[in-house]
């Protein structure tokens, strides 16, 4: 390298895939910018990636192995090399097999840098068909819904644009930075504008419409929505008569979902519901920009397919402005690679803990609430080991109570992370992992414009390894180097052989390689369900047992299923999440923490002085299963009856004495981790559920 240089990658800090320019002073990062030259943002970076030089050389970042000395939990460490930790770990693992089966160690997946794939990648090749994931509370849903209605993920098509945009469940500012845009021009060109969501977010000052649901209500709003279409006649009948199956059998179902109905379960007055879907139904092309907030809860796939059927009975699939694929020439990642296969056979997935909440088939991955229930109960067996990678589960599971006991109680516990986290204080082992920054990998996101973007090594800090480094020297260790052959060049060349390039010439081109998106491709060879047409009637769900038709659960803990606990605690709360941090990541970053000190509750004014609570007084949040404290945040337009709360809040600063202050402010002290689960894909029930709220003192 030489003295001064900037090298184009692509920030990972999220998803969502923003280009970034990285300044390197003599081998050092000194800045990371926006790349105008990237097809996805433009130039334009959000404050996290702004934050880049901070996470990497935090003094605080995990940068050697350490090996627990003291008690669990009591932050006594020695630090020690890599092939002592990668020897120890893989002997304890080794061990755990022969003594209980390889069941018995159980991996758990968050955000690694890397994704899912190198970890169910190991997990498969050491045995155990246990990996847990987030999916099912994020992004699984509707992923999973797209592909059994239509074959495909739909997006939003900005780039003619849409003459009706929805935006629901999602703060775009926040979660989807250069989606944001996009919407904003959007409307700025004409598009109508409709927000579902129960909290303001920065788009509602420009919507036409606000529906501010009831937490855990849209599948309601949906269906009354589908409802108000079908008998006014509002759908694309040609499309609806040529290319989708079971419509007849929809509009028998949806008679029961009148929009009065709705009313009731939703919050929304009736004439609201009719007028947001006259005015998404009249508005061709249409596009709905959907988010994590439909995800939580017994209706998340339902809710989902109810999305997925409105946007193809309106005639919004496949056309320019409306909702259409990206395709990119890429190799999936699981499949193409020439080293075993990810896939879990089927008699050993039998053997899954977690089998009595059976989800749908392609559904490889266990549930976490599962996974703590096996710990704790050790049933159908117990769990001897776990190793986890990129997750902070103390904040990111359900009820965080039963997570703490669980990862006091597990034998052998093992966290792979840029810092330590709550969690990775109550390890045995630490291992150091690598930022964005800091190893080689091919980016396609998923969310909006597709294109294949590389990601470059520039730097490293201390001895901190990637994912798939970690992973195949552990492999190594135990025998099973084979299935992590090769170096990230070589694995990203294997990724790239459908597009011509190799990971060298992919990082010479400037703004890589963009996406095509589709346009009425099914006229030529149909869609990719088993009848070849969108399937409103999914057969795939009816032959697995499950609702062929999106049909309205109540959850649990709700004013309406539970109206006696209603009266002990009379509001609901949702979630939200900050700009400033992705999950439960960049409590420590000095620049993100001065945008957002504190957990913040939002509530209502009118609520607030009812509760004898003023702006900025530390308040209790209550469900039966315990209570947090935030700050609260007075929130003009919410419904009254609704808090928002903070997400993920634990406090570095507090040092791990106390593990960082995890159950403080921690909202998953306050939801459940037991059933009822979403029957298909076993989503937990994180919004919608009843509470207090009180002043401190």
Known sequence: MTTNQIVRSTCNFCQIGCGVLVHLKEGVVVKVEGDPASPLNKGILCTKGLATVEYVYHPDRLKHPLKRVGERGENKWQQISWDEALTTIAGRLAETKEKYGAESVAFSVGAAKTGAAYPRRFATAFGTPNVSWQGHVCFAPRMTASRLTYGFYAVPDYENPPKCLVVWGVNLAANLFHVRIRAGQAVGKGAKLIVIDPRPIDLTARADLWLKVRPGSDLALALAMINVIINEELYDKDFVEKWTVGFDRLKAHVQQYTPEWAAGVTWLPAEKIREAARTYAANRPAGIQWGNGIDHGVNSLQTARAIAILKAITGNLNIPGGESEWTVPLAPLVEEQPIPSVRVPEDRWAKRVGTEYATIPSIKRILPQRLVKAILDEKPYPIRALYIQGANPLLSFADAQETYRALKKVNFLVVADLFMTPTAAMADFVLPAASYLEFDAVVSPPYSNAAILAQQKVTRVGEC??????????????????????????????????????????????????????????????????????????????????????????????????????????????????????????????????????????????????????????????????????????????????????YAWWFPEKGAKDLYGWAE?????????????????????LRGIVCKVYKEG
């Open 465 to 646: 390894r990637s994912d798939f480094e970690i992973l195949a020297g552990l492999a190594e260790k135990l025998g099973l180097g084979e299935h992590f052959g090769g170096t990230e060049e070589e694995l990203a060349d294997v990724i790239l052989k459908p597009s011509g390039l190799t990971f060298q010439e992919l990082k010479q081109k400037v703004g890589g390689i963009a996406g095509t998106m589709k346009y009425k491709e099914y006229e030529e060879s149909g869609f990719a369900t088993p009848s070849g047409k969108v399937e409103i009637y999914s057969s795939l769900l009816e032959g697995w047992g499950y609702d062929p038709l999106p049909t309205y659960r109540e959850q649990p803990e709700s004013p309406l299923s539970e109206p006696e606990l209603a009266s002990e605690y009379p509001l609901v709360f949702t979630s939200g999440k900050s700009a400033s941090y992705r999950h439960s990541g960049g409590r420590q970053i000095k620049s993100l923490r001065a945008d957002h000190p504190e957990p913040l509750v939002n509530i209502n004014p009118e609520m607030a002085k009812k509760l004898g609570i003023a702006d900025g007084d530390m308040v209790y949040i209550e469900t039966k299963r315990g209570r947090i404290k935030q700050k609260a945040s007075l929130t003009r337009g919410m419904d009254p009856r609704v808090v928002v709360v903070d």
């Open 665 to 685: 402010a921690n909202i998953n002290i306050l939801t459940d981790g037991d059933p009822p689960y979403n029957r298909e894909i076993g989503s937990t029930n």
